[in-house]
C-alpha cells in the first residue's frame, strides 16, 4: 500500500544516540499511529494522534516521543536509543477504525 | 487493563484442512474486531473484520465469529493454502479509539 510511506527502512544506530522515524501518508486520514513489533509480543501501541492537534500516549510511550507535523506526517524519535529498542515499528492510518499499515522501518541499536 | 489473548501461538495444519485461531478480549465496551494477516517480511493487512452488531461474517474461505457474552471471536480458514501461512493478529478496538492486538499465531500450511 504505496499510500503510507515510512522513511528509513532500515537503520542501525548506537546507543545514546537520537533519531528520527518518519512516516508520511496520501490518504487523506486524520488518525495516525505508531506501533511496535517484537517477536511473540504482537503489535504495541507506542503515539497516536486523532489530528495535527492532537498526541496520545499508548502502551509503551517511555523513551520515545512524536511530532505530528502535518496531517499527513507523523514522526516518531528515539530521544537517546537503547538496545532494548531494536524492534520492527510500524506507523499506520485511519480514518474511522480500519487500520492501514505503512512498510515498517526496521531498527537495530548497538 | 485492556487486554487481548490469542491462542495458539504456532498452529500447522495440512492444505486442506481447516484452521481456527480463538482470541478473548477484556473491555466489554469492544465493538469492533479485525484480524490481520502478516506475510514474511512484509506489512500488516486487514483480511476481515466484523463489528458487535453481527456475529458471524464470510469471505470466501474466510470467517470469522463473535461471542459477546464470552467476549471471544474466532477466525476460521478452510480450505488452507500454502498462500495462507502467514502470521494472523486479531485485534479488538478500546475507549478512545485504540486498537490492541493479540500475540500473533503463526500458521504454516504444509502441501
Known amino acids: 500500500d504505496a499510500d503510507v510511506t515510512q522513511t528509513p527502512r532500515n537503520r542501525i544506530t548506537k546507543t545514546g544516540k537520537r533519531i528520527m522515524l518518519e512516516c508520511s501518508q496520501t490518504?487523506?486520514?486524520?488518525?495516525m499511529y505508531w506501533y511496535r513489533q517484537d517477536p511473540g509480543l504482537g503489535l504495541r501501541l507506542i503515539y497516536y494522534?486523532?489530528?495535527?492537534?492532537?498526541?496520545n500516549k499508548g502502551e509503551i510511550s517511555d523513551g520515545y516521543s512524536v511530532s505530528r507535523q502535518a496531517q499527513a506526517k507523523f514522526s516518531l524519535s528515539l530521544e537517546s536509543a537503547i538496545p532494548n529498542q531494536t524492534a520492527l515499528y510500524f506507523c499506520?492510518?485511519?480514518?474511522?477504525?480500519?487500520?492501514?499499515f505503512g512498510p515498517g522501518t526496521r531498527l537495530l541499536v548497538l | 487493563g485492556e487486554n487481548v489473548e490469542q491462542h495458539p501461538s504456532t498452529l500447522s495444519v495440512q492444505e486442506g484442512d481447516s484452521a481456527v485461531i480463538k482470541c478473548t478480549y477484556s473491555?466489554?465496551?469492544?465493538?469492533?474486531f479485525p484480524w490481520y494477516k502478516q506475510e514474511l517480511g512484509k506489512r500488516p493487512q486487514l483480511i476481515i473484520d466484523?463489528?458487535?452488531?453481527?456475529g458471524e461474517k464470510k469471505d470466501q474461505r474466510i470467517a470469522v465469529t463473535l461471542n459477546k457474552t464470552a467476549k471471544h471471536f474466532s477466525l476460521h480458514i478452510t480450505e488452507t493454502q500454502p498462500e495462507d501461512s502467514a502470521v494472523y493478529f486479531c485485534?479488538?478496538?478500546?475507549?478512545?479509539?485504540?486498537?490492541?492486538f493479540g500475540q500473533g499465531t503463526e500458521l504454516s500450511v504444509k502441501p
Open positions: 499506520a492510518t485511519a480514518q474511522g477504525e480500519t487500520q492501514y
Open positions: 490518504k487523506g486520514h486524520d488518525r
Open positions: 494522534s486523532f489530528d495535527v492537534k492532537d498526541i
Open positions: 473491555d466489554s465496551a469492544s465493538n469492533y
Open positions: 466484523i463489528r458487535s452488531n453481527v
Open positions: 485485534a479488538a478496538i478500546v475507549q478512545g479509539g485504540k486498537l490492541i
